[in-house]
C-alpha cells in the first residue's frame, strides 16, 4: 500500500529512467500551467531500476527509448551522451539518495534537485552519481542550503528511507517507473502514454508511441489539488 499526504502526488521513478524524465518535466509543466505551485507537492520515491535488475540500466538499452521519450517532451532537455564514455553513470543510487536527503529541507527542496539532477543527466551529459557532481547541481538550486544538503547526505540519514521505499516499491502496488499516486486513490503508471514494443536483432525492445495524451497530467493536478 502507498501512503499519500493530501496535496500530494507520489512519484515512484528512477533518475535513470527517460520515461520517468517526460513524467517529472510534464507534471511541473502542468503545475505552473494550472496555477497549482502551492496546492500540489511531488513526493519523489524510488524505483531503482538497478536493484531490481541487479546491474546497471544498460547504456545501450536506454538509447533505444531515447529517441521515443525526447519526442513526447523535447522541451524537457535531452542530449545523446557527449561526455567520455567512462564517465556513464554505473549507479542512480546516489543521487536518488540525496533527493531524499533534501527532503530535510521540504518536498520543495527535494522536487528542485531532483528535477535538476534529470536535467544534469539527460540534458547535459553529466555524471550524477559522483558526489561532487549532486552538489554542484545542489549549488545551482535556488530553494536548497547546500551545506544541510551536504551534511544530510554525507550522514547517510537518508539511506534507510532509499531502502525503505525500495521494499514498497517491489510490492503488488507500483508497477514500474514512472508510477504516480494521488491521495484519493488514484494511480497510474506511465500516465497518458501507450507504446508497443518490438524486440530487434540485437536483444533490445524498441518502443513505438501508439498514443500520448499530455492532458493526463491536468486531470491528475486538478485531482490532487481537490484533496489539498
Not at 72 to 78: E, I
Not at 80 to 105: G, I, R, Y
Not at 150 to 158: E, I, L, M, Y
Request: aromatic letters at 10%.
Amino acid at each position: 500500500m502507498v501512503e499519500v499526504a493530501p496535496g500530494i502526488i507520489v512519484v515512484f521513478s528512477d533518475i535513470g529512467c527517460p520515461w520517468a524524465h517526460v513524467a517529472v518535466w510534464r507534471l511541473h509543466d502542468a503545475r505552473r500551467r494550472l496555477g497549482l505551485e502551492e496546492r500540489v507537492a511531488f513526493d519523489h520515491r524510488v524505483f531503482p531500476l538497478e536493484l531490481f535488475n541487479s546491474q546497471p540500466t544498460p547504456r545501450d538499452e536506454l538509447a533505444v527509448e531515447w529517441d521515443a521519450c525526447a519526442s513526447l517532451a523535447p522541451r524537457a532537455g535531452w542530449q545523446a551522451w557527449s561526455a567520455p564514455d567512462w564517465a556513464w553513470p554505473a549507479t542512480m543510487l546516489p543521487p536518488m539518495e540525496a533527493v531524499q536527503a533534501a527532503k530535510e529541507q521540504g518536498l520543495g527542496a527535494s522536487e528542485e534537485l531532483d528535477r535538476g539532477l534529470r536535467r544534469a543527466f539527460w540534458g547535459e551529459s553529466r555524471c550524477v552519481s559522483l558526489r561532487h557532481v549532486i552538489l554542484e547541481v545542489a549549488a545551482e538550486c535556488d530553494g536548497l542550503d547546500l551545506e544541510a544538503l551536504a551534511d544530510a547526505f554525507d550522514s547517510g540519514r537518508a539511506r534507510a528511507a532509499l531502502f525503505e521505499q525500495y521494499e514498497v516499491a517491489r510490492g503488488d502496488a507500483v508497477d514500474g517507473s514512472p508510477h504516480l499516486f494521488l491521495a484519493d486513490g488514484t494511480n497510474v503508471e506511465n500516465p497518458g502514454i501507450e507504446a508497443t514494443w518490438e524486440e530487434g536483432s540485437d536483444g533490445f525492445w524498441r518502443p513505438t508511441i501508439v498514443g500520448d495524451d499530455p492532458s493526463a497530467y491536468d486531470r491528475l493536478l486538478t485531482a490532487a489539488a481537490a484533496t489539498a
